[in-house]
């Protein structure tokens, strides 16, 4: 009975520790995720700000955004699996590092490719920091209720950032552009400060997959120079066509040492799974829309109605900050309704605001574009914490991290394009305003496309 007794007060001592970890675990989780989302969306508005003091026209700009979402997209796939086999709170704490670093450089550059090759170096860190954040929650959380919650306030982090970045990023500019990259420097390390109160994650170690990483940085890359090169030398140009060769060939390398090297950086066992394949079309679609979207109207409301920076970001206002406001609802709506029906009701969102916004007449005042922007803004907390939490029950805790890299890499190669794509578009000959119809005709095309197979997400582990 004594030993009973002993062991019982025992657990009830260690409850409150392992709570406090947990929390803290969270609250750094939350804090990674809200930085490298906030370095993402306080940008766009501060880009003509940087043409100006840089130089550089739309396809620098572009760079300055890609550049860093190009990097974030070809390392997840190694940082999931690096967060597998090295700890994810090890892997945390480095990728975040490099990323302050980077930032105090981004804020120092003295030219545009040097701001560039920082952004780069910026990608890194949060190709990192993403995946380890969401193996973080995993392993903090192993029961799927209070797991789906967590996740739900893990979202808030990027939500909150979304809703800021745009106005944060408006009101910094006032300052100096760059400012907005220092502004990185205080929260990186009270976040770091939380992650040394967090208990130590399980490692896998393994051998590295060196040929699958050089095959998935020429195939993304070779993507994204191409498309953002076309906007400027047209899809015919010797450059684009060889960029775009390279991705093909590069790709069709990488899935051939996939399933043939002893321990691939992604197992293609892990598309076995219908969620998985879903998820991963459901965040590119998603960032097309919640990421191209900001891009192309924070270009459209400096440059057609002559808005400061800040204007621009108050632009953006309705459609983050009811974003940052649904979000702690998000896990509960999952709950009543099921997983499947807020991404299905969100991703037709997406597809709805931007089919009317391609269809409003060029007159149309900028409150009403922001108002049409609402929808988007809206399908953040309905689309990404179910799916996410979806993804996270439908794989083995041991591949936690590999499968958060594959879903982030699907997500960030969605930007990227989208960034690449859009800017082409407007950048064309035909005109800002025709490319802008176009882009906004895509994004809506690619949304409903990815509704129609949400339904397809398995409900049972396994599926």
Request: net charge positive; proline share 6%; aromatic share 6%.
């Amino acid at each position: 009975m004594s030993l009973t007794a002993s062991r019982h007060r025992s657990s009830e001592a260690g409850a409150p520790e392992t709570d406090r970890r947990a929390t803290a675990t969270l609250a750094a989780a939350v804090l990674g995720f809200f930085v490298i989302t906030l370095d993402a969306t306080i940008v766009n508005v501060a880009l003509p700000s940087i043409r100006d003091a840089l130089g550089g026209g739309i396809t620098g700009l572009q760079w300055v955004v890609d550049a860093y979402t190009l990097m974030f997209a070809a390392l997840l796939l190694s940082a999931g699996a690096l967060s597998d086999r090295i700890g994810a709170r090890r892997a945390f704490a480095c990728g975040l590092s490099l990323f302050i670093v980077a930032s105090v450089v981004c804020g120092l550059a003295p030219s545009l490719p040097v701001l560039i090759a920082a952004r780069v170096v910026q990608g890194i860190g949060a190709a990192v920091t993403m995946p380890t954040s969401m193996a973080l929650v995993r392993q903090a959380f192993p029961d799927p209720a209070r797991r789906a919650r967590a996740v739900g306030v893990w979202a808030m982090g990027g939500a909150v950032a979304a809703a800021a970045g745009p106005v944060f990023g408006g009101l910094l500019s006032l300052v100096s552009w760059r400012m907005i990259f220092w502004i990185n420097l205080p929260v990186g390390i009270l976040t770091l400060m939380l992650l040394s109160r967090t208990q130590h994650s399980p490692t896998r170690p393994t051998p590295f997959d060196w040929i699958g990483q050089i095959t998935a940085v020429l195939a993304m890359g070779g993507l994204t120079f191409g498309a953002i090169e076309a906007g400027d030398a047209g899809i015919t140009a010797p450059q684009v066509l060889v960029s775009l060769g390279v991705a093909i060939v590069a790709l069709a390398g990488f899935v051939t040492a996939q399933a043939k090297v002893t321990h691939p950086m992604v197992p293609l066992a892990l598309f076995r799974s219908r969620t998985v394949l879903v998820a991963t079309g459901i965040g590119f679609a998603f960032m097309v829309g919640f990421y191209g979207l900001p891009f192309l109207f924070s270009l459209y409301f400096q440059q057609q109605h002559g808005l400061s920076a800040l204007g621009a970001g108050i632009a953006f206002l309705p459609m983050m900050l009811l974003s940052a406001v649904l979000t702690p609802f998000s896990a509960r709506i999952a709950e009543r309704t099921g997983p499947r029906v807020p991404v299905i009701a969100g991703l037709i969102l997406i597809a709805a605001g931007s089919l009317a916004l391609a269809l409003v007449p060029a007159s149309v005042p900028v409150w009403g574009s922001a108002l049409l922007l609402i929808p988007v803004g809206m399908a953040g907390p309905l689309v990404m914490p179910p799916t996410t939490a979806l993804l996270l029950e439908h794989v083995p805790a041991e591949q936690t991290g590999t499968a958060s890299g594959v879903f982030n890499t699907s997500r960030q190669i969605g930007g990227a394009l989208a960034v690449a794509v859009f800017g082409a578009l407007i950048s064309a000959p035909a005109g800002f305003q025709h490319g802008l119809r176009i882009s906004l005709a895509l994004a809506a095309a690619i949304a409903l496309l990815a509704a129609l197979t949400a339904p397809r997400m398995g409900a049972r582990a396994g599926e």
